[in-house]
């Protein structure tokens, strides 16, 4: 189980960003997002798309991201924070791995210092700055035991026909 918690982003400016975080979390395996941000045309957005492109995937605006990661401890949940100044994920991979319930914390922009106090691993995509969606991305990657790129999503309106050229979308299979 891994749920990704999104702290605050800025109106406007990280609009994308947090609606790609969203997506890339769904994509690559993560159950749910959390947004400690309120912005209800992301979770429209987000929730429109996973009706049409299925799973279980959910995703909640507006939390309060201190309730949140206390709430995920006390159900013996562990939280990795994602910083650039943080141990290197290869890492922390097998540490990581050892654990059932598993938030992922990325930021915006400057991130709390008590995030970093409550974070069970502070942990850096390399120790170079980059974007919330390739930390979040390659971070599922690395963690999962089966193969994300392979995952089927139950109850799909939508399925791509992979091809070596063009498209090809098939609607209620
Ligand atoms: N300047 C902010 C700070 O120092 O806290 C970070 C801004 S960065 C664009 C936004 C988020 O992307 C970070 O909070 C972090 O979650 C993620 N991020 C960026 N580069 C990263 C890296 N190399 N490793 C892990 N996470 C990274």
């Known amino acids: 189980r891994i749920v990704i918690l999104r702290l605050g982003h800025r109106p ?3 609009k994308r960003i947090t609606t790609h975080v969203a997506l890339t979390a769904r994509a690559f395996g993560a159950e749910g997002i959390l947004l400690a941000s309120n912005d209800p045309s992301i979770t429209r ?3 429109q798309l996973c009706q049409r ?9 507006d939390v309060k991201w ?3 990661i206390k709430k995920w401890k006390s159900e013996g949940g562990k939280v990795c924070h994602l910083s650039m100044y943080g141990i290197n994920l290869p890492d922390a991979v097998p540490s990581i791995r ?3 319930k598993l938030m992922i914390v990325v930021g915006a922009e400057k991130v709390p210092f008590e995030v970093y ?11 170079q700055p980059h ?6 991305a390659v971070t599922l990657d ?3 035991e089966d193969e994300p790129l392979e995952s089927e999503f139950k109850d799909a309106q939508l399925h791509v026909v992979p091809m070596d050229r063009g498209k090809k979308v098939i609607e209620n299979p």
Do not use: H, P
């Not at 106090?117 to 120790?127: F, H, I, K, P, S």
């Not at 974007?131 to 979040?136: C, I, L, Q, Y």
């Open 12 to 14: 406007e400016r990280d």
């Open 45 to 47: 957005s987000v929730t």
């Open 53 to 61: 492109w299925g799973g279980e995937f959910y995703i909640r605006n």
């Open 66 to 68: 201190k309730t949140e």
């Open 98 to 100: 050892e654990c059932e």
């Open 117 to 127: 106090e409550l974070a069970d691993w502070n942990v850096a995509v390399g120790n």
């Open 131 to 136: 974007s919330e969606v390739a930390a979040v």
């Open 142 to 144: 690395r963690i999962a």
